[in-house]
Structures are given as C-alpha cells and as structure tokens.
C-alpha cells in the first residue's frame, strides 16, 4: 500500500513528518516488489556462490591455515562492483512496457522520498545477501579462534560499501533509462571509486599534472575505509565517508531526476547548476572526512587492542624528557607508492602525534615528505633512513629518525609486515633516548664472534633487535672474565666453558645480576657443538651445575615430544607430518603469573630437553607441556628421520618444564669463600633481585624457528613468525631491571591457525602410530642390511657389487617396496580426514548460499497472503 491511499488524517502534519512517511511507504512497495521477484532470488544465489567461490577456490581458504575472515572483504568489493548495479539498473526505467516509475512519480511523494525509500529497500535485499555469509562465520569458528571483534568490524565496513555501491548504482540508472546501458554505466562508475583505493590509479597518473592528488584519490575509495574496518577498528571518519558519500550519491539521483522531464537548453543550464553543487559539496565533505581522519576518534575491536596506545607507552611518552624530536621522512607525495603501504604510514605518523601530544610539548615531530633527489631524500640517506624499491622501478622512504642532545636512533623502514609491533619499535626508539645510560648485555655462545657485536650474524637476526635496544657485548666462551659492567648476562648453548668463567657468571648473578641460560640437547642449527650435553652434578663443570645450584636440575637425555604441541614438518620423503619433537606452544601452556610471558601468545621449540625444579619457592615454570609427553634418547635423533622419531614417540602421561624463571637471593655454587682462593671480593650470596632464567633449547632463537629474513634494498630486516624474539627481549628487560616495555611488546597474536586440523592431525597420528613404528622398523632393518652389504664388499654403490651379491641386493631393495607402499597408505590415510574435512567445508559453503536464499524465498512467499504483514497495518 503506497502513501497516496493512506487517509488525509493519518498522514503527519509536519514537513519532516510527510517525508519520513513518504520513504516509509515506497520501501514498503520497492520491498515487496524485491522479495517477491524471482530475478531477486536468483540475484543473491550468483552473488553468495560467486563470492564464496572466490574464497574457497581462488584462493583456497582452507590451505591458509588462518582463521580469519579477511578473505571476505578482499573479494566482496569486486564480486559486488558487478553484481550491485545489476540490483539498481531497473529502478527508473520507463519502458513504454513499464509504467510502473510513471505512476510512482505521479503520486503525491516528495522525489528525494523515493530515492531513498528505493535505495533502502535494495540495501536491505543487500544487507540479506550479507548476512548468508554467516556459515563463513561458523566455518572460521569451527576451525580456529577467530577474533570476533575484527569479524565486527568487518561486517560493519561491508554494510557501509555496500551502501554506497547501491547509491551510486542508482545514479547510474537515472542518468541512462535504458537497463543494460545503466548497468554498464553503474558498472564503470564502481570500477573508477574502487580504483582509487588502488595503487593501479596512483602509478597512472604518477609524472603528470594531476599527481600530488592522488594520495587524496586513496580516501575517495570504499575498498579503503572497508579495507582499515577489517583490521579490526571503527573510525568516525569511515563512518562520515560511508554516510556522507552516500547522500551525495542520493541528492545526484535526485537532482538528475529532476531533470528528466526538462528538454533544451533549460536541461543542460539545470545539469550544470546541479553538478557545481554536487562537487561544492563532494568537496565539503572531503574537508570534513580529512579532518576527522585526524582526530583520535577510533573504536578498537581487536582482543589486543592494537590500535590503541598500551599504558606503558602513554607513561614512556608522559615521562620523556625535553628535547625530544623526531623526523619523520615519508614520500607522501609518490603517487606510486601502493595503497597498503599509505595506510600503514598514516597509522605511523598517527602514532608518532599522539606520543607528541602525550609528551606535554617535550616531543617534537617533523614531517618531511620525501620526493626523488631533494635534499629531504639526501638527509634521510645520511641519517640512515633507507630507500624501500618497488617492483615498479620507483622508490619510497618511510623512516624516522629520533633526536635528544648529541644522541640518536632511527627505525630506518616501518615494515607493514611488522604492523604488530608498530607501537612497541616506536615506544622503544623514544624510551632508549629517555635513558640515561644503554644497559649493556653480554653474550656467551661458540656460535657468535666478537665481530658479531657490530657485524649481522646470519641465521641469529634476533641479534639485531638485542642490538637495537642494548649495548652488546660478544664474549668468547673460551674466555676466563667477564666485563664488569653487565647488566645481564646471556649464557647460549655454551657447553664448554672454563672453570674461571663459571666463577666469573656465578659472581655475577651474585652481585644482584641477570642470567639467561639456554642449553640444548640437540643442536640441530648448530651442530659442531652437539657433540657435548652438560649432566648436572655436585661439582661446578658446567653451567648446568650452576643451575642446580641455583634450583633447576637440567635433564638433558632425553629429547621432550609431545603429541598435542607436535607442529608440521616434511619427512625425507617430503610428506607433511605431525612432528612432536617440534613443540608450538600455545597460550594455555604458558605461565600467566610471570611477567616475561603473561602476554605471550605462540612459541616453537625444536628438539628441546627439560627442567626439574628442587624445590626453590622463588622458581616459576614458565613453559610446560602437556601430559601428552614423552621423551626419546638424544642418541636416536642423530642423523634421525623424522617419520622414524614420530613413530617411536610414546607418550608417558607426565608434562615436563621447557622453561624457568628463578628468583633470588641465591647461594654461591663456590660455597663461602669461592673455592682455591679464587677471589678475595668473593660474594657467598646475593644481596639483590637478581632474576635467573633457562630454557632447555638453543635453536629457537634461529631464524627458521623465530623469524622470516626478507631484503629491502640494501638492508635485510626480519618479520616475527611467533612470540620466539619477544620471550628472549622481554627476559633480557627483566633480567636487566627495566620491564617497562613487556607488556607493549606481547599485545597481539600473530598467528590464529586452524586449531581443529591440527588436533585430527594429531588423532589420526596417534591411530596409525603403531602400524607406522612397525613398518618404519622393517623398513630400517632391510636399509641396515644392504648399507651392511655394501660396507663389507667396500662399496658405495650396487653397481660395483659382484652380480651374486648385487643380485641380493637387489632382492632386499624389491623387499622394500610392499614395506614403503603400506607407508605412504598409512600416510595418506593420516590425512584423509583432513581432506575429506577441506572438501566438506568447500561444498557445504557453496552449497549454504542457495540453499538459504531458497528457505527465505519460500518463507516470504509462504506468507504473501498476509498483507498485514507488509502493508504496514497494524
């Protein structure tokens, strides 16, 4: 029932009044009109299948491994682009066939009225469409721990992009009467706004005229704002954007209506008068979205608060001394820098003016847009800000560099990749400036030089970062002293070291002084050093005797696996498989009382041994495993297959210790006087809070276990693959008296995997388990007896064997293969579960769509009979 039958006495008397009635009646007819065509139904069911199978077979969601709905809004812009203005292309056609708009415009309804009541009842055929999405929804929660707040946010931004697409769409359609020449108009009109979002458009008009604005074009586009809402945050100046760029697309369709029934040259003065008020107030609104895009107005939906500034860092901004400035070198005028990058510089420099307006005027920020051969770019090289390439040929700084007095640092690039630690790289480049002295660490391990305090150590990048926040100092480990002036020490899988410099590390803890210790097992990164495991005793030897000493008994014989923290590796015969000497710590398997790893999040040891506390009060585990684990003989991983090891793998029921912190005071493990004199200053107990850590691994700290080494120019720079980095910075912070940047440093997860594959992963490991160890063992014992062949015939090959005993090789070789056959079946076998499990999610998705645009069509037209249902009586 539309407005024009309503009686006179119930219509609003008020002009606002008649209006709101007035949309209230065409969204009620248009609505209708939507539900009950087929051409709807059928509009929703391509629009559900050609975005689900963007997802699933583009880009093959379920061979990510992350639980996470970004997949969705990297497609529904495009997959919307071409189906939105198919929605709007017959929505003011006046075929001679069609008289359906006549009659609309003939009843006493304001046209603005119908505009909107038009593009509401299609954004809420749209807003439906959007939601049978949901089955992604429970498909990420049924494999993962998604963040639901990003999820939010995400389906928020994608309401607001759908609604200017619908807006626009409709200009379109009343620009051209013809459907399909509106379509087509619609079309090219959403391809150009989402191209602005896009680097594309800023390399093509990058050398002309036009050039400075296109870093503006980038917020004209709501593939960015959508794009800034899926990282999990809600901006009152998105939120202007999807409203504001929605009415001037409306008051356009309006105004370009209105013109309609105009011919002549009243309807070309008419169309320029309506465009320069259109563009007057495109521009107004644009002033508006750029200064609100300023203002600390954000809503923060991620689990760590990301776009949020941690407290800590507000008291290290707070607490800066004066003096404190910080140039900013970012090429902002380079149209051809990409979209991602933009929006990853604007959160830096948002930062950098929050820290500013925090520091009560005592940090000083100066932005310098860096353009190619200026003196800017010349400074920025000189400081050590560096040049980033890009596949175009063309490139772009984006680096500060921090001043107090005669001291400086620089973050030379802030990598996009590493946007998770944004805050932290910022809060520690000014805190390190607020210091009055850079503790200084030292470092004791055969895998590192002297040189190594200035020079990279490849494969060890975590160095890098130690170096960046502290004074390192490289000892040997065949050294008799340490510098006095540590602040802590690091003790990395020194097995070998003199009795003098045991004296010299037990002192030092003595005097009220941080000790880390890593000892390993099985060094499998650096295996020159494997070939000595320290065994704990009375008698100082070795650090491990300083550890049981201090309350930690180190059980290195055993290599600690463990079924539910096993991790995917390739086997020699490179299929994946559940390794459990390789353990992913998750967060419920580390200690929320502690400190160093109350906000840790993910961790991978390698081959790790284990920890038994003596009974100290001050002695915390920090990383446990569960009771799903077991060891193995060291000896056994010596040249180890990893199918082999994974077989023999039982476990025992019992969680073994990874990690400890230990607290003071401590005893000396040289008694009351240190032993054959060995120092007339000898302190027999410490006197402060020294802090004492272990870990049962060395190669966690290796770049294939802790980061990913990527090269930018001239310059390697890492990206963090877990919480590895992090637990060894937030330990050297504590150990060395300063924590103040721990809690800035763990905010976030960086991994949310499919935490379902991996648990059919380990059952069906765990099925198999016994039939695999077996043929494993038939399988190594016909290797052994033809290696055994070949050795007591002097040979290396088959071929130099006598035919007899080749012929016997021979046979044992064709023995092998029924052996190796039932392997790979075993294998394969593992993962059907989870293949069949991928298949299922795939279909289930695919299918979900039609099959839920089917059940709302048939709920509607079940109750077409009711019109009181939508005619708005009551």
Known sequence: ????????????????????????????????????????????????????????????????DVASIALQWTFLPWVALVFVPALAMRAFTDDPGDRALELTLSMPLARSAIIVGKWAAGLSVLCVSLLFTFPFVLTIAYLGDPEWGVVAAGYFGALGLLAVYFAVALFAAALVREPVSAYVVGLGFLVLLSLFGWDVFGRLLSGTFAEPLSALLVFLSPKHWLDRMAAGRIELAAVLYFVLTTGLA??????????????????????????????????????????????????????????????????????TPEGVAVDFYWSEGQASVPASIRLHADRVERILFQLAS???????????????????????????????????????????????GDRQGVISYFDEQRSELLEYDVALAIDNLSRDRTPRIGIISPALTPSNATEPRPGLAFLEDVKRQYDVAIIPHFSDTLPEDLDALIVMDATILKSDLLYQIDQHVMAGKGLIVMIDPHARFNSGNAAVVPQPSEVINDISDLLLTYGARFLGEGIVGDSQLASPVVGKDQQQ??????????????????????????????????????????????????????????????????????????????????????????????????????????HRAETNAASVFAISDADWLYDPMALQNVTVGDRNLSRPLNDNVTFLLNMIEHAAGNPRLIGIRSRGRLARPFTRVAEMLRDASARYQEEER???????????????????????????????????????????????????????????????L?????????????????????????????PTLFSGKT
């Open 1 to 64: 029932m539309t407005s024009a039958s309503l009686p006179s006495e119930s219509r609003p008397t008020s002009k606002s009044g008649r209006w709101i009635s007035d949309v209230f009646a065409v969204y009620r007819n248009e609505w209708r009109q939507f539900i009950y065509a087929p051409v709807t139904a059928i509009f929703q069911v391509g629009f559900l299948i050609a975005l689900n199978a963007c997802i699933f077979l583009i880009a093959n969601f379920y061979a990510t």
């Open 250 to 319: 409306l008051l356009a369709t309006t105004l370009a209506m209105a013109r309609r029934r105009l011919a002549g040259k009243a309807k070309f003065v008419r169309a320029g008068r309506d465009t320069a008020i259109v563009v007057l107030l495109a521009g107004a609104a644009a002033v508006v979205i750029a200064v609100t895009s300023r203002l600390p107005t954000t809503l923060d939906l991620t689990d760590a608060r990301e776009f949020t500034l941690h407290d800590e860092t507000r008291a290290i901004a707070r607490n």
């Open 358 to 404: 925090l520091s009560d005027g005592h940090i000083t920020i100066r932005t310098h847009d860096v353009s190619p051969d200026s003196d800017a770019e010349e400074t920025a090289l000189a400081a050590g800000v560096r040049r980033v390439p890009m596949s175009s040929g063309d490139n772009f700084f984006l680096g500060a560099v921090f001043h107090r």
């Open 577 to 682: 498989l559940n390794y459990p000497f390789w353990l992913r710590v998750p967060r419920s398997r580390v200690s929320s009382a502690h400190p160093v790893t109350a906000s840790l999040n993910d961790l991978l040891f390698g081959e790790a041994g284990s920890f038994e506390l003596t009974g100290r009060d001050n002695a915390v585990a920090l990383i446990t495993t569960t009771e799903d684990s077991g060891t193995l003989p060291r000896e056994d991983f010596k040249n180890g297959d990893p199918a082999r090891l994974e077989a023999q793998f039982k476990p025992d029921g019992k969680p073994r210790v990874i990690a400890v912190a230990l607290g003071g005071p401590f005893k000396s493990a040289f008694g009351a006087t240190g032993g054959d004199g060995k120092d007339s200053k000898h």
């Open 774 to 836: 077996k043929l494993i063992t038939r399988i190594a014992r016909v290797e052994g007896d033809i290696r055994k062949v070949l050795e007591l015939a002097s040979a290396s090959r088959t071929e130099q064997l006598p035919d007899e005993i080749r012929a016997r090789v021979n046979q044992l070789s064709q023995a092998l293969l029924p052996y190796r056959r039932d392997l790979r079946r075993i294998r394969a076998s593992m993962r059907d579960d989870v293949e069949r």
């Open 838 to 866: 991928g298949q299922k999610i795939t279909v289930l998705n695919l299918a979900a769509g039609p099959l839920l645009v089917a059940l709302f069509a048939g709920l509607m037209w079940s109750r077409r009979r009711r």
